[in-house]
């Protein structure tokens, strides 16, 4: 079993940096499978914002140019 297979939605979201609103929201919800909802798409939204992040730097590094392939 993987490591983070045995993790509750309090251990996944102890391991990632959060919006301090969505870890309270976390807290503040009873159902597990509602939290897990919750904390897969705050996990998705991160994940997005990270490509576009790495996008911005690559665009940076070529100073504007285009690639053409």
């Given at each position: 079993m993987g490591e983070l297979e045995a993790e509750n939605s309090?251990?996944?979201?102890a391991r990632v940096e959060l919006p301090a609103e969505t870890k309270q929201a976390l807290l503040e919800l009873r159902s597990e499978p509602d939290r897990m909802r919750m904390l897969g798409n705050a996990l998705r939204a991160l994940v997005a914002a990270l490509a576009r992040s790495r996008e911005i730097a690559e665009r940076a590094k070529m100073n504007g140019k285009v690639v053409v392939e």
């Open positions: 309090y251990g996944i979201a």
